[in-house]
Structures are given as C-alpha cells and as structure tokens.
C-alpha cells in the first residue's frame, strides 16, 4: 500500500494556490479601472473580437451563458459595452464595446506589463507553462 500524497503533491492545489495568487495580483491592477477579474476577461474576449453573443462569450470563457450574463449586465452599467438583439436569433445578444470599453484596453496594457513584471518569467517560460497548462486542460474537456 502506498502512503496518501502530501498537499504539496496534489496539481490541483498547485493550480488552486497560484491562481488565487495570480487573482490577488490583478485585484488592485484591476480596481483603478473599476473591474473585477472575471468582468477583465469578458474584456479581454470582446477586445480580440467585438460583437459576440452571449452564448459565444460563454464558451470562449468555458462558462455557462448563466454565469456571464450577470457579468455583461455590470460591464454595461458601467459604461464598456452594449447589449442588442441578435437579427439572427432574437434570443441572443450581441455584445459591442462603447468608446469607454475600447479606451479601457489602453490601460489593460499597462496591467498585463505590470502582472509580466510580477512574475518574473521569460517570454519562453510563459510559453512552456501555457502550452503545459493548454495540454491539461484539453485533456480534462475530454
């Protein structure tokens, strides 16, 4: 019989610390632009490409359309971003960015500098991790 793993050798704590650790690094980033971490990553997914339906975003955020919709509510309160009917399917949303939403990628900018200074990795580690990380997550989807 084999002893129990440690902590320390579980991967999904190591997952689980260092992404609340990589959380906690953008929280005050993320604050001066009046954002939360989740709300960040709607963003970023309308930065890359505008005028997605919620079921879209949802996907490309491996959520449920249930647990953005909250957040697109607070982004379009905010200012960043316009909901509409879809001409395609009156059930979905498309999403656009408002002139505040797209002048806020600007200072995302400056946060990405800031988190790639925090971690203090090469542009070749980042890579290695990514693609380390990309991998397991396709494997878990199967």
Request: with cysteine.
């Amino acid at each position: 019989m084999t002893a129990p793993l440690v902590l320390d050798q579980h991967l999904c704590f190591k997952l689980y610390s260092t992404s609340l650790k990589m959380t906690q690094l953008y929280k005050p980033l993320l604050a001066e632009l009046r954002l939360t971490y989740p709300q960040y990553l709607v963003m970023v997914v309308l930065w890359e490409q505008e005028g997605l339906g919620i079921k879209d975003l949802a996907e490309r955020l491996q959520q449920d359309s249930g647990s953005i919709t909250p957040l697109v509510k607070r982004l379009e309160a905010e200012g960043y971003l316009v909901r509409a009917r879809d001409p395609k399917d009156e059930r979905n949303r498309v999403l656009t960015l408002t002139a505040a939403g797209n002048a806020l990628r600007e200072a995302a900018v400056r946060v990405n500098q800031a988190i790639g200074s925090a971690c203090a990795i090469s542009y070749q580690e980042l890579e290695q991790m990514a693609a380390g990380i990309d991998k397991l997550n396709q494997r878990l989807s199967r």
